[in-house]
T-cell receptor, first 114, second 111 residues
Framework: DAGVTQSPTHLIKTRGQQVTLRCSPKSGHDTVSWYQQALGQGPQFIFQYYEEEERQRGNFPDRFSGHQFPNYSSELNVNALLLGDSALYLC?????????????FGPGTRLTVT | DAKTTQPPSMDCAEGRAANLPCNHSTISGNEYVYWYRQIHSQGPQYIIHGLKNNETNEMASLIITEDRKSSTLILPHATLRDTAVYYCIVRGKSSGDKLTFGTGTRLAVRP
């Protein structure tokens, strides 16, 4: 049973560019959340998708957007990249009906903005 | 969600119990305590959660004080693979599925 998978594992972009990160949830999970983790900090919640709609959003600007597909996979898009967007981006999946805090995280995508 | 306070770092000897404290003195009645850990270069891993009763699973035990203002995560026989950052998170229904991570406790297990 595959867990949460993310691609790519590493990415280097230039300031001002746009980036798309991808996530496939754990089998049987229908909800996907995205987190940003800066070096030395805990993960910060970006947003969550359920039934192809953004259900909840953290304190992130509109440059951060997402999408969920009918197969429950998800994408995170970041426009107009800033140096401060350099971080580990984590995807977490969960199943409706399970305890909400019981989320399963992928290994993350390390984004470096130069 | 209630704020949590954890020591920045701890260590313990391999094979001994690791007891990780968490203070959440402003917790309200419907808020749960969750524990996650993050091993270097990996995503966080769910460990356990509880409301008011003590909980145990194959990974750890969670002891919540009677007034619920603090809790302790216990790893009964720590191994080198338990070296990680441990996060204590308090969340209630109003936060939806959002998990609010602090900076956690960095646990080092010594051989």
């Amino acid at each position: 049973d595959a867990g949460v998978t993310q691609s790519p594992t590493h990415l280097i972009k230039t300031r001002g560019q746009q980036v798309t990160l991808r996530c496939s949830p754990k089998s049987g999970h229908d909800t996907v959340s995205w987190y940003q983790q800066a070096l030395g900090q805990g993960p910060q919640f970006i947003f969550q998708y359920y039934e192809e709609e953004e259900r909840q959003r953290g304190n992130f600007p509109d440059r951060f957007s997402g999408h969920q597909f009918p197969n429950y996979s998800s994408e995170l898009n970041v426009n107009a990249l800033l140096l401060g967007d350099s971080a580990l981006y984590l995807c977490a999946s969960s199943e409706v009906g399970r305890p909400p805090g019981e989320q399963y995280f992928g290994p993350g995508t390390r984004l470096t903005v130069t | 969600d209630a704020k949590t306070t954890q020591p920045p770092s701890m260590d313990c000897a391999e094979g001994r119990a690791a007891n990780l404290p968490c203070n959440h003195s402003t917790i309200s009645g419907n808020e749960y305590v969750y524990w996650y850990r993050q091993i270097h270069s990996q995503g966080p891993q769910y460990i356990i959660h509880g409301l008011k009763n003590n909980e145990t699973n194959e990974m750890a035990s969670l002891i919540i004080t009677e007034d619920r203002k603090s809790s302790t995560l216990i790893l009964p026989h720590a191994t080198l693979r338990d070296t990680a950052v441990y996060y204590c998170i308090v969340r209630g229904k109003s936060s939806g599925d959002k998990l609010t991570f602090g900076t956690g406790t960095r646990l080092a297990v010594r051989p």
